[in-house]
C-alpha cells in the first residue's frame, strides 16, 4: 500500500488549461505539502496545510491553489497554465508539528506545451 | 527564513570510494537535518537523519556528522557501489523542511 500517493504521474496539457494534480496519505500524518522540483533539481516548498489548515504559502502565482478536502488529501489546482509552469511537482507528508517522518509522493511530472 | 546550501552540485567517484557531501545552514534553531536519496523518475527517500543534539549517525556504509557551532552538516558514503548513483539532497527544519539545491552523484564502475 503506498504511503503517499499522487494521481496522474505524467500530465501534458497545452498552455492556458486548467489542470488539477490529487495527493492522498495513509500515514494518519496531519500535515501536507506542494514542492516543485525544477529541471536543476531544486526543491521548493509551495504549500503546507495542518489539518486542513493553509499553514505555509510561499510566493506562488495566486493561479496555483490547493485545495484540502480532508487531512488526508491535498490536491493542487493550477488555472490558466504557463510553460513556466513545467515541472516535477511532489507532494508529502508528515506528523503534525514535526519534520521527522517526512514521507513523499513518487511526484508528478506536469509538461506545459 | 532558513537558507540551506549544499556542495558540490555533482560529484563523480569510482565505486569502492568514498564520497563526501557538505551543507551549511543559516537558523541556529533548526534541530532536525535529514538526508534524501532520489532514484530517476522517483520521489526522494529519507536515508539517515540527525537531530540537533547529536554530533554523529552511522548506519552501515553511511554516516552522517553535525558541527552546531560552525552550522554545517556532512553525509559521507564509504565503499561508493553503482546503486548509490543519484541525487541527494540535505535539509534542515525548525517548522517545515527546507533543502539543499541537491548533488548528483556518479559512481563509476
Known amino acids: 500500500d503506498t504511503a503517499v500517493s499522487q494521481t496522474p504521474k505524467y500530465l501534458v496539457t497545452q498552455m492556458g488549461n486548467d489542470k488539477s494534480i490529487k495527493c492522498e496519505q495513509n500515514?494518519?500524518?496531519?500535515?501536507m505539502y506542494w514542492y516543485k522540483q525544477d529541471s536543476k533539481k531544486f526543491l521548493k516548498i509551495m504549500f503546507s496545510?495542518?489539518?486542513?489548515?493553509?499553514?505555509i504559502n510561499e510566493t506562488v502565482p495566486n493561479r496555483f491553489s490547493p485545495k484540502s478536502p480532508d487531512k488526508a488529501h491535498l490536491n493542487l489546482h493550477i488555472n490558466s497554465l504557463e510553460l513556466g509552469d513545467s515541472a516535477v511537482y511532489f507532494c508529502?507528508?508528515?506528523?503534525?508539528?514535526?519534520?521527522?517522518?517526512?514521507?513523499f509522493g513518487s511526484g508528478t511530472r506536469l509538461t506545459v506545451v | 527564513g532558513e537558507n540551506v546550501e549544499q556542495h558540490p552540485s555533482t560529484l563523480s567517484v569510482q565505486e569502492g570510494d568514498s564520497a563526501v557531501i557538505k551543507c551549511t545552514y543559516s537558523?541556529?534553531?533548526?534541530?532536525?537535518f535529514p538526508w534524501y536519496k532520489q532514484e530517476l523518475g522517483k520521489g526522494p527517500q529519507l536515508i539517515i537523519d540527525?537531530?540537533?543534539?547529536?554530533g554523529e549517525k552511522k548506519d552501515q556504509r553511511i554516516a552522517v556528522t553535525l558541527n552546531k557551532t560552525a552550522k554545517h552538516f556532512s553525509l559521507h558514503i564509504t565503499e561508493t557501489q553503482p546503486e548509490d548513483s543519484a541525487v541527494y539532497f540535505c535539509?534542515?527544519?525548525?517548522?517545515?523542511?527546507?533543502f539543499g539545491a541537491g548533488t548528483r552523484l556518479t559512481v563509476k564502475p
Open positions: 500515514l494518519g500524518h496531519d500535515t
Open positions: 540527525i537531530r540537533s543534539n547529536v
Open positions: 508529502a507528508s508528515s506528523p503534525i508539528g514535526q519534520s521527522y517522518g517526512y514521507t
Open positions: 496545510y495542518n489539518n486542513k489548515e493553509l499553514i
Open positions: 535539509a534542515a527544519s525548525v517548522n517545515d523542511m527546507r
Open positions: 537558523d541556529s534553531a533548526s534541530n532536525y
